[in-house]
């Protein structure tokens, strides 16, 4: 079975590929439709983003799509950068931008207030119009300076509970245990095992 990652983000890609190697799945990513046009993501919720992409993908591949969004939500921000996070400096902003944006915002708030989630929502959609969603949380909290050259997004910032460095401190296949793109990759395994064993 076929089935074409909505992304064209490669760090993301390359972290479905490991999470999904052993599965006797061809994965794809947009990447491979050049003629493709990208999807704006402007819904309120991190569902409505994750079905807009997988939605479009799959109508023009007819293939299964699979389309992730996922964000930071940080408590002393009132849930913000949220569905935002990867613009929430503006557009164009780079990881970087985003990053001093979200520590300008926290200056003067003590670590044990710098509470955040990392949320992740799966969408797979099939050419049948059949829909299913995966979720997947790791909570944490908030640095004060950046920390660690690995991952991408806000992983130099962020401490998972349990642990005493950052997502970006740690190696690929330590954070692929913990994050929240692994729990929700886990429910999508689930299913994706029976679905390919029934087929």
Same mark, same amino acid.
């Given at each position: 079975?076929?089935?074409?990652? $909505?992304? %064209?983000?490669?760090?993301?890609? /390359?972290?479905?590929? %490991? ?17 493709? /046009?990208?999807?704006? @993501?402007?819904? =309120? ?10 939605? !479009? ?18 408590? $002393? ?10 613009? !929430?400096?503006? +557009?164009? $902003?780079?990881? @970087? ?14 670590? @044990?207030?710098?509470? $955040? ?24 909290? &908030? ?6 050259? !690995?991952?991408?997004? !806000?992983?130099?910032?962020? &401490? ?13 296949? +330590? ?5 929240? %793109? ?5 429910? =999508? ?11």
């Amino acid at each position: 079975m076929q089935i074409v990652i $909505a992304s %064209r983000n490669k760090k993301k890609t /390359e972290e479905l590929g %490991r999470i999904l190697k052993d599965l006797n799945i061809e994965l794809l990513s947009i990447n491979d439709f050049p003629e493709l /046009e990208e999807v704006v @993501e402007d819904g =309120l919720t991190f569902q409505e983003n994750a079905l807009k992409k997988a939605r !479009y993908v799959c109508q023009k591949t007819g293939l299964p799509a699979l389309a992730d969004d996922s964000g930071l939500v940080v408590d $002393a921000l009132g849930g913000a950068p949220g569905v935002r996070s990867a613009r !929430y400096a503006g +557009e164009n $902003a780079t990881d @970087e931008d985003n990053i001093k944006k979200l520590l300008k915002e926290l200056e003067g708030i003590p670590l @044990e207030e710098r509470t $955040a989630q990392f949320v992740c929502c799966i969408a797979l959609v099939f050419p049948n119009s059949k829909e299913y969603l995966f979720w997947g949380y790791v909570k944490g909290k &908030i640095t004060e300076t950046p920390k660690g050259s !690995y991952g991408f997004g !806000y992983d130099p910032v962020f &401490i998972p509970e349990g642990s005493s460095v950052t997502f970006a401190q740690m190696l690929p296949h +330590e954070k692929d245990k913990i994050s929240h %793109r692994k729990e929700a990759l886990d429910k =999508l395994i689930e299913f994706l095992i029976k679905l390919t064993t029934n087929l």
